[in-house]
């Protein structure tokens, strides 16, 4: 398989449940993005990990909680969520965290979520 | 105020037909510009990026164009298909950021 992949595609979950978003590249890529889309708004940077390492945490809320155990895997945990945080969770991946000027973001199909 | 805006927010266009979208950006200092076509249920896709000192490029039937001194780019669709129903994001590369516009919703219509 290639490209970005993400799972669940659909995840429906109470505000008391524990869950956990899974993305996969299989580029090569050194750095991987965790990106929040809702309805009618611009889309939210949430984390940026280069090479495991978390380098951007953009005051994002600490129910969500990422990890990174290496370059091609990357987690969104996610644990008493509320019903504004559903979205469409986006992963995606670089070959550098844009430190090069015209690096490309390659995104995977999203995991649509729904907070009950 | 978010740092891109996209006009318009929404077109319906007939199938063979141009259309353009234009997008205005704030972020300084400028990097570059992306625009990007997100399908339904589906994750964005990069079609053109450009630096500073590009000001048109083309990707088969999508020509991006820039203006750095009015902070203004345009992408422009020839011959629509219906596969070009889509959302259309530009995105502006400046100050060590991306800043997201909220998109340009296309529909093609036969």
């Known amino acids: 398989e290639t490209g970005v992949t993400q799972t669940p595609r659909h995840l429906v979950m109470g505000m008391t449940n524990k869950k956990s978003l899974k993305c996969e590249q299989h580029l090569g890529h050194n750095a991987m993005y965790w990106y929040k889309q809702s309805a009618k708004k611009p889309l939210e940077l949430m984390f940026v990990?280069?090479?495991?390492?978390?380098?951007e945490n953009n005051s994002v809320p600490s129910r969500f909680s990422p990890e990174c155990p290496n370059s091609s895997h990357l987690f969104l945990h996610l644990h008493t969520l509320q019903p504004e945080d559903s979205a469409l969770y986006l992963c995606a991946s670089s070959q550098d965290p844009l430190q090069r000027r015209t690096d490309t973001q390659y995104f995977g199909p999203g995991t649509r979520l729904t907070v009950l | 105020k978010n740092q891109v805006e996209q006009s318009p927010q929404s077109l319906i266009i007939l199938e063979g037909k141009n259309c353009t979208l234009q997008?205005?950006?704030?972020?300084?200092?400028?990097?570059?510009l992306r625009w990007y076509k997100q399908d339904t249920g589906r994750g964005p896709v990069s079609l053109t990026i450009m630096t500073f000192s590009e000001n048109t490029k083309s990707n088969g039937r999508y020509t991006a164009t820039l203006d750095a001194d009015t902070k203004q780019s345009s992408l422009h669709i020839t011959a629509s298909q219906l596969s070009d129903s889509a959302s259309y994001i530009c995105?502006?590369?400046?100050?060590?950021?991306?800043?997201f516009g909220k998109g340009n919703q296309v529909v093609v219509i036969p």
């Open positions: 995105v502006d590369y400046g100050n060590n950021r991306l800043a």
């Open positions: 990990y280069s090479l495991e390492e978390r380098v």
């Open positions: 997008c205005n950006y704030t972020v300084s200092p400028f990097s570059n």
